[in-house]
């Protein structure tokens, strides 16, 4: 059983940056895609951005431009950049890990959850 280990996660005040990271016990070069999502209180989990083995990258509209989404092989790590952090990106962030054969998904891992707050 693969687990992600999520953490970078905090209170910041609007404006501010933040960086997540998301390590996963088993290779990341085993995933054929990996992400982070997200969940406000109330709300539905959402797809803030994912990357492809490859490189491919995609973003949720509400974060274009100021999240970026990266790994670093090396270090067997997922990164979520996040800039100019509004209140409304205030949410628990979860690091998900997706395994393709062709268009199926196969297997699917999430992370226990990072909580970031913006609020002045």
């Known amino acids: 059983q693969v687990q992600l280990v999520e953490s970078g996660g905090g209170f910041l005040q609007p404006g501010g940056s933040l960086r997540l990271s998301c390590v996963p016990s088993g290779s990341i070069f085993s995933f054929t895609a990996m992400g982070w999502y997200r969940q406000a209180p109330g709300k539905q989990r959402e797809l803030v951005a994912f990357?492809?083995?490859?490189?491919?990258?995609n973003y949720a509209d509400s974060v274009k431009g100021r999240f970026t989404i990266s790994k670093d092989n090396a270090k067997n790590t997922l990164y979520l950049q996040m800039n100019n952090l509004k209140p409304e990106d205030t949410a628990v962030y979860y690091c998900?890990?997706?395994?393709?054969?062709?268009?199926?998904?196969?297997?699917?891992?999430w992370g226990q959850g990072t909580q970031v707050t913006v609020s002045s």
């Open positions: 990357i492809t083995s490859g490189g491919k990258t």
């Open positions: 998900n890990a997706d395994i393709y054969e062709g268009r199926v998904l196969v297997t699917e891992y």
